[in-house]
């Protein structure tokens, strides 16, 4: 995240061999990175499961581990975005922004238009929760500003988010794989 500030604490629970509730792990998220052609925006990858519902271990080098669940898989995430702004500077390198998302966001960086910027669609429910700040999401036809507390449910669709504020907006997502990602068959 960006100077100052530390990434969020994880704790994960489960069971002693006798069956009885425990912590098992309590610490730093281990996959959390700020990107460096990106100043002020930051991932962490808190948690993930597959599309049975096991816990898949996350550490720093999840080698081919997706942003993007399976059917039925689920991601939680905490994405921290810099103004808008940030993208305006003379000082802005799109080229070496693409090539570190590519490298530290297998999977979702993919799906990102080369000619819309920011513009992605995931075959996912995502259910976004803004922790502070505000930010806006662009659809095809809407946008709509979010402020902290306030909940988004994105069904699959085309989406891009901006951040027209001077103040980063930090925003948790859980993807869920949807079955059929279908934008016809969505509510």
């Known amino acids: ?19 009885r509730s425990t912590v ?8 959390a990175f700020d990107f460096e052609a990106v100043p002020g925006m930051s991932n962490e990858l808190v948690w993930a499961t597959d599309g049975r519902g096991r816990s898949i271990e996350i550490g720093k ?11 039925a898989g689920t991601r939680l995430m905490i994405v921290r975005f810099p103004p808008d702004d940030v993208f305006a500077s003379p000082d802005f390198d799109p080229q070496a922004a693409s090539i570190e998302q590519s490298e530290l966001l297998p999977g979702l960086a993919e799906l990102f238009e080369p000619d819309a910027p920011g513009f992605h669609r995931t ?3 995502d259910y976004g929760i803004v922790l502070e700040g505000e930010i806006t999401l662009h659809l095809d036809d809407a946008a709509v500003t979010l402020t902290a507390g306030d909940v988004i449910v994105q069904n699959a669709t085309r989406h891009a988010w901006r951040n027209p504020t001077p103040r980063p907006a930090t925003v948790a997502f859980v993807l869920v794989g949807a079955s059929d990602p279908d934008p016809a068959t969505q509510a």
């Open 1 to 19: 995240m960006s100077e100052g500030t530390q990434h969020h604490r994880r704790v994960v629970t489960g069971h002693t061999a006798q069956g």
């Open 24 to 31: 098992v792990s309590d610490g730093s998220v281990s996959r």
């Open 61 to 71: 080098d999840a080698e081919g581990l997706s942003y993007v669940p399976e059917p």
């Open 123 to 125: 075959p996912t429910v």
